[in-house]
């Protein structure tokens, strides 16, 4: 491989702690209070965030989030209101997008028709005056490296979309950036080519060394791509962490619903120790004990969030009686791997309930209007004070 | 089924007969021997040979020609600045003005143009002695006007057709605006700027009245001639020309017509692979 001066072992030892939690390290891209107002409309409401050299950075929101202003902030096509952007320790302030040592790939790949997939890829090293012989290596090499390299010669609208996508990443990496951004990448593939090709885009990623930041709204893509997460929402990023961090232990309500399916209950503190709480739901009907500590005042309105996955589905009551609610199958949906099932409390609340199916036969499990019992461990489980 | 494609056949028949029967006459009546236009006297190539003796209708023709150029080519200059600002610049002040101006030669009568723009030659002679008298420059610049509203609005659709983020990936790839323009953008509206040119060659040749409001002695276009001795009656001569336009017409309109073919036909085939 051509890249070997720019390969970097992958994270070996266990205990060498990520850049993100070791105290004091540089940030490789920092965002210091950016706002970014449109009009009346905040896009971008004082976020601040460091970035880490070789992470795989993921901005995950819904539409209107904010987050592709702020990939395009960093990209320099639209200037912060206020704030400022820091790359390699170099303030972004003014430095124009032609100028910038980032590169960006585009949700619509944004190929030039006119231009053959060599020289789209050779676009950006034709701008930086390289000479033509060096030109035509590199662009072979990157070709080759997403395996392209017998496309050459074809133009945009003879690929596939799955082809566009990598001469896209290939035309935005050539020019080898300290700071790739990415747009929605995957968006435009089919579900297969997407698995394949998330995988693909995390073994260029670790191979370059490059830094990415990618925008998403598809929580499956930020999760399996990421080394860490922001999620944002309305301007401001909720919560930044790693993948399974944001999974398990959601910081708010907006987290814990836009990541995945949770069910929620709500219900006051009714004993808050240290290291455990106990928490009286009306909506299900029982006391739902917590094994973490939280902090809050007395008789404070809270939720508790369990994902369907961690809750176990009974005929029989459990021995254990923690954690136990009752209530009748309502809806049954077999999805091959696993089965989801919609069980209707006293209360009238509805909880969503998965189980893999471990067995291939059905016809002595569960059935419609079945009465059953939902219980789970208290540290599946996690309370949301906001 | 039947009797509904046999209304269609007589239909398509009629149509084609209505557009093409007079062409067919003319160019028939451009091969009769009879001095009179109207009576049939044997077939004969006569009025070809006097039309390439009458230095008065080639002379014109060569102007016409000139005129169509070089207003067609500055046309589509001007309109595609113009253009290019109009859809690209985002709002700014002025711009329904600039718009306005752009479309008005498209809706404006061109009596009224041809008048207005005689009023201005004569009154910017008076003030600057610029341009001195009337012929084929003020011809060309009256031309330039009313084709470059067609550039414009043709090259502004083209751009909003066109996907913003292709200049954007360009910039972030190195581009600075000025090769921008040149490597991305100007390709990608080539086609549209093509026609843009044809457009107002064809116009340009085609005008009639603006050309007679702001032409000088000694500078008569083909329409102008043509329409001049058309007036004294009809000539054979004139018949022989216009079979000759219709001619070079046919066949670039033949041409084009193949070439896009060739074009679609080819992208199919690629994107079946």
Same mark, same amino acid.
């Given at each position: ?386 | ?6 209304? +269609? ?67 589509? #200059? ?120 044809? +457009? ?43 079979? +000759?336009?219709?001619? #070079? ?25």
């Amino acid at each position: 491989m051509s890249f070997s001066e720019q390969i970097v072992p992958s994270p070996t030892s266990a205990e060498q702690l990520p850049l993100w939690k070791q105290e004091g390290a540089e940030p490789f891209l920092r965002i210091e209070n950016v706002t970014k107002n449109f009009g009346e409309f905040k896009a971008v409401d004082n976020i601040s965030l460091d970035i880490y050299k070789k992470e795989l950075f993921c901005l995950l929101g819904g539409s209107g989030s904010g987050k592709s202003t702020l990939l395009r902030m960093l990209a320099g096509f639209e200037t912060p209101t206020s704030g400022r952007i820091l790359i390699d320790g170099v303030d972004m302030a003014g430095i124009q997008p032609w100028e910038r040592p980032v590169n960006m790939m585009f949700q619509s790949y944004a190929l030039f028709p006119h231009l053959s997939v060599a020289d789209n890829v050779a676009f950006g090293l034709k701008r930086e005056g390289v000479a033509k012989a060096e030109i035509k290596k590199r662009v072979a090499e990157m070709l080759d490296m997403v395996q392209l390299g017998h496309l050459g010669k074809r133009k945009p609208h003879q690929l596939s979309g799955g082809q566009r996508q990598r001469v896209a990443l290939a035309r935005a990496l050539i020019k080898r950036p300290k700071l790739l951004l990415l747009d929605e990448p995957l968006g435009a593939l089919d579900k297969k080519l997407r698995e394949e090709t998330q995988f693909e885009l995390i073994n260029i990623q670790e191979e370059l060394g490059v830094t990415f930041v990618v925008v998403t709204h598809d929580q499956e893509e930020a999760m399996t791509l990421a080394t860490r997460i922001g999620v944002m929402n309305q301007g401001i990023i909720v919560q930044t962490d790693e993948p399974h961090d944001v999974y398990e232990y959601p910081n708010s309500k907006f987290v814990a619903d836009f990541i995945g399916s949770v069910n929620m209950f709500e219900g006051k503190v009714i004993q808050d120790e240290p290291d455990s709480v106990q928490i009286d739901s009306k909506e299900a009907g029982t006391t739902l004990f917590v094994n973490h500590g939280i902090s809050c005042s007395p008789d404070q309105v809270v939720n508790v969030a369990i994902r369907p996955e961690k809750i176990r589905i009974s005929k029989k009551e459990p021995e254990k009686g923690v954690n136990c609610i009752q209530g009748i199958i309502e809806e049954i949906a077999y999805m091959g791997s696993l089965s989801v099932f919609r069980v209707r409390l006293a209360s009238g609340k509805e909880v969503r309930v998965t189980q893999p199916n471990f067995t291939r036969s059905m016809g002595d499990r569960f059935t419609w209007n079945d009465a059953v019992f939902l219980h789970w461990d208290e540290d599946s489980s996690v309370v949301l004070t906001s | 089924m039947q009797t509904k494609s046999r209304f +269609l056949t007589v239909t398509a028949g009629l149509g084609y007969l209505f557009l093409y029967a007079p062409i067919f006459s003319l160019i028939i009546y451009s091969f009769n021997k009879s001095k009179l236009v109207t009576v049939w006297g044997g077939w004969s190539l006569k009025w070809y040979s006097e039309l390439f003796e009458n230095e008065q209708i080639i002379n014109a023709a060569l102007l016409s020609l000139k005129i169509a150029f070089i207003s067609a080519t500055l046309a589509v #200059v001007l309109g595609t600045m113009a253009g290019f600002v109009l859809s690209r610049f985002g709002p700014f002040k002025g711009k329904m003005i600039l718009s306005g101006w752009v479309t008005a030669p498209l809706v404006m009568p061109e009596v009224i143009t041809g008048l207005s723009l005689l009023l201005l030659f004569v009154a910017m002679e008076g003030l600057f002695g610029w341009p001195s008298g009337r012929g084929t420059l003020t011809i060309i610049i009256a031309h330039t006007t009313f084709c470059l509203a067609y550039v414009a609005v043709i090259v502004q659709s083209r751009l909003a057709s066109m996907d913003e983020t292709l200049e954007e990936a360009a910039m972030d790839l190195g581009a600075k605006p000025g090769s921008l323009f040149f490597l991305v953008t100007l390709p990608l509206i080539m086609p549209a700027i093509i026609s843009g040119w044809l +457009l107002s060659f064809t116009l340009s040749l085609d005008d009639l009245v603006i050309a007679s409001f702001v032409s000088g002695p000694g500078n008569s276009t083909l329409p102008m001639v043509i329409f001049s001795k058309v007036r004294l009656g009809v000539t054979p001569e004139v018949n022989a020309l216009a079979t +000759l336009m219709i001619a #070079v017409v046919a066949i670039g309109v033949i041409g084009a017509v193949y070439q896009m073919r060739r074009q679609a036909t080819l992208t199919v085939k690629l994107d079946d692979k």
